[in-house]
């Protein structure tokens, strides 16, 4: 029996693409293609698929919560993400989500089928390029959620006063806060720290 594959991705050229990409393969069968993640696990309920490539930024419910519901409905639902967006942040907290692969779509065919027959397999995939994003920042400390909500906060253009208003702390709690943000990024300056959140990852809804 071939490998069932369902794409779920709002890009209506890419789940196209993909599925010319495996219409060759005798191992391969593109079951179904959506253009959401609610619509994609509906699709699922329906078609049980082998292997679901799922994106990670969609309108709606984005890829992780996708894949936390799927995997909490259907335990042995094999998914990967598959995105434009590189980042240690994404890749772990992808697979933290049940994810068993993160592919780039910028990948070639071959790593493609490689991917979608190892997962299939029971193995894991992770691209090469998001595995060295992985490997860089490995061991840094992570940002707390406090710190990781103070980021955010800084990222819609809020000045400390008005942080700390809206977190009911003290303007010096917020420096504090601040200091330890750069420091684990390794920047100087809220713009680079909020550069760096969104390149690695840890900042998503900017680029939603």
Same mark, same amino acid.
């Given at each position: 029996?071939?490998? *069932?594959?369902?794409?779920i991705?709002?890009?209506p050229?890419l789940?196209?693409g993909? &599925?010319?990409m495996?219409?060759?393969?005798s191992d391969i069968?593109v079951?179904?293609?959506?253009s959401?993640?609610? &619509?994609g !696990?509906d699709?699922?309920r /329906?078609?049980l698929p082998?292997?679901? %490539?799922m994106?990670? #930024? ?5 890829g ?5 519901? %799927?995997r909490? +409905?259907y ?10 967006f590189r980042?240690d942040?994404?890749?772990r907290?992808?697979?933290?989500a ?7 779509k910028s990948?070639?065919?071959?790593e ?5 027959r ?10 090469? +390029?998001?595995?060295a ?9 992570? !940002?707390?959620p406090?710190?990781? *909500?103070?980021l #955010?906060?800084?990222?819609e253009g809020? +000045?400390n006063? *008005?942080? =700390?208003?809206?977190?009911g702390?003290s ?5 504090s806060?601040?200091? /330890?943000?750069?420091?684990k990024l390794g920047?100087?300056?809220r713009?680079? =720290?909020? /550069?760096i959140?969104? *390149?690695?990852?840890?900042?998503? #809804?900017?680029? #939603?």
């Open positions: 029996m071939p490998i *069932r594959v369902l794409t991705d709002d890009h050229v789940r196209e993909i &599925a010319a495996l219409s060759n393969e069968e079951v179904g293609g959506e959401n993640a609610e &619509a !696990l699709a699922f /329906r078609l082998d292997i679901t %490539l994106d990670l #930024q969609m309108p709606g419910m984005g992780l919560e996708g894949v936390r519901t %799927l909490g +409905e335990t042995a639902a094999r998914v990967v993400i598959l995105t434009t980042g942040a994404n890749a907290d992808s697979i933290a049940g994810a068993a692969g993160y592919l780039l990948a070639l065919r071959d493609l089928l490689d991917c979608i190892k997962v299939h397999a029971g193995g894991r995939y992770v691209s090469a +390029e998001v595995c994003d992985v490997a860089t920042h490995l061991g840094n400390e992570l !940002l707390t406090r710190e990781l *909500r103070i #955010q906060l800084l990222s809020k +000045e006063k *008005r942080v =700390a208003s809206d977190l702390i303007i010096e709690t917020v420096k806060h601040v200091s /330890r943000i750069f420091e920047c100087h300056n713009t680079e =720290a909020i /550069r959140g969104i *390149r690695r990852g840890i900042l998503r #809804q900017m680029t #939603q």
